[in-house]
């Protein structure tokens, strides 16, 4: 069973619907036991750094899932999941759960300090990834698969051997990273179609070593 983390940030219920339309046993919850005897976590969400990890202190969230990431089993990151798995955030510098040391940088300074202009904020729409090693998650997807993105920030981990894959948009970002038992990815699974469908049932069955 998948357990999908219910932290009032949203989204919550198109990945509960995607994970059923694959047949893959899943429950949106916001219990701390029940996080920590479920096989897989999610951990989805969409909005603001800075009221994300309030609500995720104010409920004890943030240690259920710095815990679940020590215990070992899979964990998938999504959207805002991904950025605030980071230790800082530019949006509002917000500190965040600093499960992978690094920063969540905002494209508007990116493009500033890159001299970019008339690229639109938030990066919002379908767009390729390229993978920058093999992994279990990402067994059939192409090269020429696209995926759906609609935010503003990117994770920007300090170890690049943790950056799993990246994009373009006007700057080459991180757009999946992860460690160990840890995948997180910047766009939205299930909002992608067959591409995002095949990374969550590869996501259910994967055994991390």
Known sequence: MIAVIDY????????????????????VTNDAELI???QRIIFPGVGAAGSAMKSLIRSGLDQVI?????SGKPVLGICLGTQI?????????????????GTVAA?????????IKGL???????NRMTLKTDHPVFAGIKETDEFYFVHGYYPLPDDSA???ATTAYGI????????????????HPEKSGEPGLTLLKNFSRWEPC
């Open 120 to 126: 639109k904020i938030p990066h919002m729409g379908w």
């Open 8 to 27: 009032d940030a949203g989204n919550l219920t198109s990945v509960s619907r995607a994970l059923s339309y694959i047949n893959v046993e899943n429950t």
């Open 85 to 101: 798995i980071l230790r800082q955030s530019r949006e509002n510098q917000t500190p965040c759960l600093g499960i992978i040391e």
């Open 172 to 187: 080459e970002f991180p757009s999946v990273i992860g460690m160990k038992n840890l995948v997180a990815t910047q766009f």
């Open 66 to 70: 710095r815990q679940a990431v020590l």
């Open 162 to 164: 943790q950056v799993l």
């Open 36 to 38: 920590a005897s479920a």
């Open 107 to 115: 494209f508007s300074e990116s493009f500033a300090d890159h001299g």
